[in-house]
């Protein structure tokens, strides 16, 4: 069965500094990728999401993310964080073209000003 | 940017009742999702819902559980009879196309909680 794991619960980064927020799948074909944000008392946005071609792409509000087949990966990153960027990110994956999707527990960003 | 509502934002019932959570899609929107997420644990899909059918449902998907969207209006979750287990938060999101072309969009979850 399909699963993705987010390793870090909760990530505190300074304000100004570069950031990684990891995601590690599984599945044996390579799925739809997906990386949510929930900001305090909003529902979940889209940042970012890949299927095929260039294995990083970009987001809203300058994230990206970098998709590697051979480590079943699909790591969030930002060169410089705001303390705006404070929320919940969730990793998530599709194996059908259908809007299901399987989601990772979340990591927690906390930006020190 | 286009949101998603939902109502009530939080609800505690007794084991045994029913509960209706209601979500106001976003208005041009054509699928619509629930999901499932207990307090600790990973959101989860429930349904998905498309031209007033279940399209795709998982095994949280009981037989207690049902989804409509009568005359366009909310797109509407009932459990009857409620159980401890359904205690969790439901995320109702929206699309205007399936799959990965579209985007879904998500409410700020409905926390239900079963005494």
């Known amino acids: 069965a399909q699963s993705v794991t987010q390793p870090d619960a909760r990530v505190t980064v300074s304000e100004g500094a570069s950031l990684q927020l990891r995601c590690k799948y599984s599945?044996?074909?390579?799925?739809?990728l997906f990386w949510y944000v929930q900001y305090p008392r909003q529902g979940l946005q889209l940042l970012l999401k890949?299927?095929?071609?260039?294995?990083v792409v970009q987001g809203v509000n300058s994230f990206e993310a970098e998709f590697s087949k051979s480590n079943s990966s699909f790591h969030l990153q930002k060169a410089s964080v705001h303390w705006s960027d404070s929320a919940v990110y969730f990793c998530?994956?599709?194996?059908?073209?259908?809007?299901?999707?399987?989601f990772g527990d979340g990591t927690v960003l906390t930006v020190k000003p | 940017g286009p949101k998603v509502l939902q109502i009530p934002s939080h609800q505690i019932i007794d084991m045994g009742q029913m509960v209706t959570l209601n979500c106001d899609p976003v208005?041009?929107?054509?699928?619509f999702y629930w999901y499932k997420q207990i307090l600790g644990q990973q959101m989860e899909f429930l349904v998905n819902?498309?031209?007033?059918?279940?399209?795709?449902k998982s095994k949280l998907f009981k037989d207690q559980f049902s989804v409509e969207r009568p005359d366009g209006s909310y797109f509407t979750l009932k459990i009857q009879p409620t159980a401890l287990e359904d205690s969790a938060v439901y995320f109702c999101?929206?699309?205007?196309?399936?799959?990965?072309?579209?985007?879904?969009?998500f409410g700020e979850g409905s926390k239900l909680t079963v005494l």
């Open positions: 999101a929206s699309s205007l196309v399936q799959g990965y072309t579209g985007q879904l969009y």
């Open positions: 599945y044996s074909a390579t799925p739809y």
């Open positions: 890949y299927y095929s071609g260039d294995p």
């Open positions: 998530a994956l599709s194996m059908t073209n259908t809007g299901k999707l399987t």
């Open positions: 208005s041009n929107h054509l699928y």
């Open positions: 819902f498309y031209n007033g059918k279940v399209m795709e």
